[in-house]
């Protein structure tokens, strides 16, 4: 009983974040961040690497200040650079651990643009591109790709300086490993830079 507790409690984390990222999709910008804080403070700095990928990932959207949202995003790399096949595997089996990256470095590359800081931007963003090989050729894989071809061009002065909610560089949509259906949450599709 208590072995099939302990299987259980990742899966009520991932769903606990996934209420609070309905939340926050549907506009409650600042209860969203209140109730990501409640979950940090429960995982805590060493808790559950895909938890803290996840959380950490989603939280750096709640943030006023781009500085703040850097901040989240470097500890959601920092996670993800814990995980391995296996820990994402024993709750999503078509999933990898690499399949994280390309958007992980895509949000960095966008906060780094808020930041002024186009060379940081840069390198993350080749790193981004570096990893896409891990998504697959599904909408999610799909909107990845676009969303960095899209921050390339911003960032060769060749694109918009800026779109509104919902849009730009690194809006991406559906499921993918940071975002499934269902309610269900396993980490980043997010950034709009």
Known sequence: MAEQQEQAAPDAM???????????????REE?????????????????????????????????????????????????EELTDGDV??????????????????????????????????SHLRQARGAVGALGNDRYGDGVRAAIGRLELRLDGEGPSHGGPGEGPGTVEGP???GGSGGETLGPPRQRP
Not at 15 to 28: E, N, P, S, W
Not at 36 to 62: K, M, Q, V
Not at 92 to 111: G, V
């Open 89 to 122: 595997a024993e709750r999503h089996r078509s999933l990898e651990a690499r399949a994280f990256y390309p958007s992980l470095h895509l949000n960095l590359a966008a906060d780094y643009v808020k930041l002024g800081r186009s060379e940081a931007a840069r």
């Open 14 to 28: 991932m769903t606990r974040i996934g209420q609070v990222v309905m939340l926050h999709h549907g506009g409650d």
């Open 176 to 178: 993918g490993p940071f």
């Open 32 to 80: 969203a961040r209140g109730r990501f804080l409640d979950l940090w403070g429960e995982i805590g700095e060493d808790g559950d690497p895909l938890h803290r990928c996840t959380l950490a990932h989603y939280l750096a959207d709640t943030q006023d200040d781009p500085a703040d949202e850097l901040a989240w995003d470097l500890r959601a790399l920092s996670a993800a």
